[in-house]
């Protein structure tokens, strides 16, 4: 953080070179307190008076702790069987929908198939419309000239008998 520090424009440099030296200086005397507590040279009746009222409060703290991990425990055991129930519908309605997917695709190729059929189906009305056209246009043919050809022979026998008997 020095090197930092002393890298950084002229302005700024000094005011964290004095907040570092702060923190330096606050770092030494917390470490120097730690040593001092760590090494005993506390007074034996202070120490003895903080373990007492320590203990009171330990197992008053250690019921009410107790309870607390009781109802958490519980809450959790909950959770997870709820968990475990989600977890259940959830694959129930999976494997439903995967039937119910099963279901549409084969329904879907049974309509493909139907599809296909009424196509070939609908070609074979067209070509049996124009076949029946032709056979009306050929049979309303054929009927004027037979009745052309009735009529032909129907003057031709006219004319026949009327020149025999005419002679």
């Known amino acids: 953080m020095d090197l930092e520090a002393r890298s950084l424009q002229p302005n700024v440099?000094?005011?964290?070179?004095?907040?570092l030296r702060e923190y330096k200086s606050?770092?030494?005397n917390l470490k120097s307190e730690v040593k001092r507590i760590a090494s005993g040279n506390l007074n034996p009746a202070a120490r003895d008076q903080l373990l007492e009222s320590g203990m009171a409060d330990t197992l008053t703290a250690s019921v009410d702790q107790r309870s607390r991990l009781?109802?958490?425990t519980e809450r959790v055991n909950q959770?997870?069987?709820?968990?475990?129930?989600?977890?259940?519908?959830?694959?129930e309605t999976e494997e439903l929908g995967v039937s119910i997917l099963q279901d549409?695709?084969?329904?879907?190729?049974?309509?493909?198939?139907?599809?296909?059929t009424l196509h070939g189906v609908d070609d074979n009305v067209g070509k049996s419309k124009r076949i029946l056209t032709a056979m009306s246009r050929r049979m309303s043919?054929?009927?004027?000239i037979v009745g052309i050809i009735i009529a032909v022979l129907i003057i031709a026998i006219v004319l026949?008998?009327?020149?025999?008997?005419?002679?």
């Open 79 to 91: 959770s997870s069987e709820r968990i475990k129930d989600s977890r259940r519908t959830m694959l």
């Open 160 to 167: 026949i008998l009327y020149f025999k008997l005419v002679k």
């Open 141 to 144: 043919r054929n009927k004027w």
């Open 13 to 19: 440099k000094a005011m964290l070179l004095a907040k």
């Open 26 to 28: 606050d770092l030494n």
């Open 70 to 72: 009781m109802m958490t």
């Open 104 to 116: 549409l695709h084969s329904q879907r190729q049974s309509l493909l198939h139907a599809n296909k």
